[in-house]
């Protein structure tokens, strides 16, 4: 059975990761549109904004908030929220 984009996408949107990251408010645009909607994801300023919810400590990396459809922003939008994922975790003391 073939799959395509747009149900592919749609089961993503669907998925408990959307889930959880749409209890934080109404993505960048507030368009519910599903292409918008995974656009606003890939692009990692939403991400990011959730991110500064959870550990707000401050950082010298600013987001690009105009991303504009350029590859290499999202990269690096997305890399600067790996870094943080992790510099949260490994700033955390691990209870027992």
């Given at each position: 059975?073939?799959?395509?984009?747009?149900?592919?996408?749609?089961?993503?949107?669907?998925?408990?990761?959307?889930?959880?990251?749409?209890?934080?408010?109404?993505?960048?645009?507030?368009?519910?549109?599903?292409?918008?909607?995974?656009?606003?994801?890939?692009d990692g300023?939403?991400?990011?904004?959730?991110?500064?919810?959870?550990?707000?400590?401050?950082?010298?990396?600013?987001?690009?908030?105009?991303?504009?459809?350029?590859?290499?922003?999202?990269?690096?939008?997305?890399?600067?929220?790996?870094?943080?994922?992790?510099?949260?975790?490994?700033?955390?003391?691990?209870?027992?």
């Amino acid at each position: 059975m073939d799959v395509t984009v747009s149900e592919l996408m749609e089961l993503f949107l669907q998925s408990p990761l959307v889930t959880w990251v749409k209890t934080f408010g109404p993505f960048g645009s507030g368009n519910q549109d599903n292409l918008t909607m995974y656009m606003d994801l890939a692009d990692g300023i939403f991400l990011n904004q959730i991110m500064l919810q959870i550990d707000p400590r401050p950082t010298n990396q600013r987001i690009n908030k105009h991303v504009n459809n350029d590859v290499n922003l999202r990269i690096q939008n997305l890399t600067i929220l790996v870094r943080n994922i992790k510099t949260y975790y490994q700033a955390k003391p691990v209870l027992q």
